[in-house]
């Protein structure tokens, strides 16, 4: 009697949701670009790592640049989050402001290998459509300076402008030591921002005692 020819087990298809979907792009997206560098990055590496087909991939994003731009806004959300956060809780204007950007260089130098890769190896697009980004956080917080500088909290001439300067004085900064490689002290990254803010806001206690 001859044995029955088994039949192959056919694989169950995983049915993912488009959220999820997306999600595996921006993971392997981020695996890859940190492997292979994001000017060398092809859309074919990407889909591979995610284990799917390019049509998947294109039903999400246009280019791996908007790839780039979606993992920064996912940076940038998270403490724009956190903003609202520390916004709601009503804090006195000074302490408001110093935790506001303890968090913002904190969290910057916890993603260091994502600022690494925007500002190291991502194309004029790609910044561009970062920057867009960056704008929820800085008209956030500029609002608030706004508010504090009617309410004689914050002395400068102003108030958008200064906190728009040591915005970017501090990416810089933090820009700099990143593409360094080098262990960043973040207390002493914060000591130096705070300070340079309460100097530029006009902090009346830094006048009364001449810090």
Known sequence: MTAPIATPRKHKRV??????????????????????????ATIADITTA????????????????????????QYVNAFYDTTQEILRKGQAWWPTM?????????????????????????????????KESNARVIDSICDFVRRGAAAGAFQSANPEWAFRMVYHAADGLLDDLIADGAPIDAKAVSRSVLEMAHRTFGDPDLVSTGR
């Open 15 to 40: 049915v993912k949701t488009p959220e999820a979907r997306r999600a595996d792009i921006l993971r392997a997206s981020r695996e890859v670009f940190g492997t292979v560098g994001f000017a060398d």
């Open 50 to 73: 995610a284990g799917m087909g390019k049509g998947s991939f294109y039903m999400h994003f246009e280019t791996k640049d908007h790839v780039l731009a979606a993992l920064w806004e």
């Open 98 to 130: 110093d935790e506001l950007l303890r968090r913002l260089l904190e969290h910057a130098i916890e993603n260091a290998e994502l600022h690494r890769l925007v500002y190291g190896s991502a194309n004029g697009k790609a910044l561009e459509l970062c």
